[in-house]
């Protein structure tokens, strides 16, 4: 298999690709950048990802970039993982899933991470991070809805959705909003904690100095 590496930040967006490669059980490396101290702008990884962005993953030059586009294209890599639903329907539904959560929970969170993306006046920001905050909470809310029949996101089995859900709960329960994860939105909660119980997830976490959710 040609080498692989993937390029992650602590905590970002990044860990939902970082687990799906650890379900395959293939080999890879990883390359771990500070997000703070501005690694995604030097010219050593915007030779890497000119958009200056995490996750990459780079296959022996072949880079790809885009979590969803990395979490179908890990899934369909390794079949024989069952990290992509079988049935026409449930892929829709993958694809549903995945859609959902990188238009709608990312860009809502950018909007508190991010708040200098939206308005160059600092008197506005934050505003802006305040009605991130509440439209994030209130993107959750609809996420609890779905996942309150408990179990896997899709058609009851394990796919690459549901390391990108325990990303966006990891947000949730992070310091820039600081939600009552159990109390609010206890379904997802205990998604969150199945996932902790997987091996590929503690190996991730571990990595990236993440506590388990608990």
């Known amino acids: ?21 650890e379900e395959t059980g293939a080999p890879f490396e990883t390359v771990r950048l500070n997000l703070q101290a501005g690694d995604q702008r030097a010219p050593v990884y915007l030779a890497v990802n000119e958009r200056g962005r995490v996750p990459a993953l780079d296959e022996g030059g072949w880079v790809l970039t885009e979590n969803t586009a990395l979490l179908r294209h890990i899934a369909r890599a390794h ?36 708040a200098e993306r939206y308005s160059a006046d600092e008197a506005a920001h934050p505003g802006i991070r305040a009605k991130g905050a509440d439209t994030f909470g209130d993107l959750c809310t609809m996420t609890e809805v779905r ?10 089995r394990y796919s690459v959705v549901d390391p990108y859900l325990l990303l966006f709960w990891t947000w949730g329960r992070g310091p820039a909003l600081g939600f009552d994860m159990a109390e609010r939105f206890p379904a997802w909660t205990a998604h969150a904690r199945a996932m902790a119980e997987r091996p590929a997830v503690q190996r991730a976490f571990a990595r990236e100095g993440l506590p388990l959710p608990a």
């Open 1 to 21: 298999m040609t080498a692989r590496t993937l390029y992650y930040a602590r905590g970002a967006c990044s860990l939902a690709s970082h687990i799906a490669l």
């Open 79 to 114: 079949p024989e993982a069952g990290l992509w639903p079988e049935s026409l329907r449930d892929q829709a539904v993958a694809d549903e899933w995945l859609g959902w959560l990188s238009t709608n929970h990312h860009p809502a969170y950018a909007h508190i991470r991010r």
């Open 147 to 156: 996942l309150s029949n408990g179990g896997w996101a899709v058609g009851g």
